[in-house]
Every structure is written in structure tokens, then in C-alpha cells.
């Protein structure tokens, strides 16, 4: 576990104007939450934001796999991340698994690269519907995670089944215990495991929210549609 607080990462995803953003986040720094926050804004805007709100720890939505500098037109590196004082990249998030046919190989490299520029990386990992169905979806997980994961370092880890992105619907309380259960002995065991934080994502919202925060071994929260909604947010952030 690296935080002390629950985690919830807000996955602004490509929504939002630049003005919209600040006036957001400029809010955000008039509150004090019990919660630790982390917002992943849409990428132009980075940089400037964490600028502007040295207060509020921001990331990326997803980082390239090639390191360092370079001739690599229209990608930034886990390096340009940290220069621009950035502490946290999400990688391997299903949208790009899926749109990019991105491979947990490739999403390993990135999170390798992460680290190597102290970028600590949220790796992203999910099961489909058709997936789920099979009894078999835990070993499935396991193997992504496993595909996935770095050799060592700090790092997050994101559960998040796609079925239940965007849909309205969550694992049930018994599934998810179960499921953290499972992912939380992988990493004890593995030799990875030095400090890694474990997170929920996937339809998180006001009703659900408590119920999953207090649940053993997740650490925190990715949320995408309800954390554009200010107020939501906020309330989100109140949470024990
Ligand atoms: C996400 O896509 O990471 C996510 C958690 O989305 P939503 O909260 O909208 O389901």
C-alpha cells in the first residue's frame, strides 16, 4: 500500500475545455478532503495544470513506449511526464487495450519505463463480459497481471472490468472481495510486490462508492464518468 488515505483517480479521459478544467481544479483547491487525489485530465492539458495547481497531483491518461527523448513525433515519454512534474501515468487502461490493440507486453514496457523516470505507474487490468461468464476469469486475470506487471518498483494496480465501465454496473460485494482477495495474495507472493497499491474501477458513483472503499485489500478508486461532475467529486472525496 503506498497511501495512507484512499486513493480515488479521476479518469477525465478526452472530455472537458481547458477553461472548464481550471475552473474545476481551482475549485478543487479551495477543499480539504480525507482522501488522497490523483486527476488524470486530458493530455494537453497537463502540464499547464500541474503548473498552475502544485496542490493537486495529476497524471497521464497513458505514456509512450519508447523512453527518454527522441524522434518519436505525437508521443511523450514516462521522461517528459516527470519533467513536467508529473508523478503517475495510467497505463494498459482497456480503452487502449481495446482501440489500440494494445498488448500487456507493450503495457509492461510502459510501466518498465515509468519507473525507470520515477513515474509511478496505474496499471490497468479487466476481464470482458464473454470473459466473465467463463469460470475460468481468474486465471485470466492473473495472466494479464502477470503479463503486465514490471519486475519491480512501486506501482498501482487498477481492477477494472470492462463490463461494468460506463455501464451502471458493479461486480457484487462478495465478487469484488473475492477478486481483491485473489489479486492481493498474486502480488504478496510475487517478487514484485514491494509497494503496490490495489484499486477499483468500473461505474464507481455516490451510491456505491462507500460500500467499495470499505471493502479489505482496495486501496482506492479509479473513477471516469463521475468524476467530471464537480460536486460528485467532491463528495467522493469526503468519504472514510
Ligand atoms: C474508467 O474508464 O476508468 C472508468 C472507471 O469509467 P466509469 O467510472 O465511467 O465506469
Not at 472548464?20 to 502540464?47: G, H, M, R, S, V
Not at 482497456?94 to 490493440?101: D, I, K, M
Not at 455501464?167 to 510475487?190: A, C, D, H, M, W
Not at 478508486?221 to 460536486?231: H, R, W
Request: hydrophobic share 40%.
Amino acid at each position: 500500500m503506498i497511501f495512507m488515505k484512499k486513493l480515488i483517480i479521476a479518469n477525465w479521459k478526452m472530455h472537458m475545455s481547458l477553461d472548464d478544467a481550471f475552473e474545476f481544479c481551482t475549485k478543487l483547491t479551495e477543499q480539504q478532503y480525507n482522501n488522497q487525489l490523483i486527476i488524470a485530465p486530458p493530455i494537453p492539458y497537463l502540464a499547464y495544470l500541474s503548473d498552475k495547481f502544485k496542490s493537486l497531483e495529476f497524471c497521464g491518461q497513458n505514456v509512450s513506449q519508447f523512453a527518454g527523448q527522441g524522434s518519436c513525433t505525437g508521443e511523450y515519454s514516462s521522461l517528459l511526464l516527470k519533467l513536467s512534474k508529473i508523478n503517475y501515468s495510467i497505463v494498459g487502461h482497456s480503452e487502449r487495450r481495446n482501440l489500440f490493440q494494445e498488448s500487456s507486453e507493450l503495457i509492461r514496457q510502459k510501466a518498465e519505463n515509468c519507473l525507470k523516470a520515477q513515474v509511478t505507474p496505474i496499471i490497468c487490468i479487466g476481464e470482458d463480459l464473454a470473459t466473465r461468464k467463463n469460470n475460468n476469469y481468474k486465471n485470466f486475470l492473473l495472466k494479464q497481471l502477470e503479463e503486465s506487471l514490471p519486475e519491480v518498483g512501486s506501482l498501482i494496480v487498477a481492477y477494472e472490468p470492462i463490463w461494468a465501465i460506463g455501464t451502471g454496473i458493479i461486480p457484487r460485494k462478495e465478487e469484488l472481495i473475492e477478486i481483491f482477495e485473489v489479486l492481493n495474495y498474486y502480488l504478496k507472493q510475487s517478487q514484485v510486490a514491494n509497494n503496490i497499491s490495489l484499486v477499483y474501477g468500473g461505474s464507481v458513483n455516490l451510491d456505491n462508492i462507500e460500500k467499495i472503499l470499505n471493502l479489505q485489500n482496495i486501496d482506492g478508486v479509479m473513477v471516469g464518468k463521475s468524476s467530471l461532475d464537480y460536486q460528485m467529486l467532491v463528495q467522493m472525496l469526503s468519504y472514510k
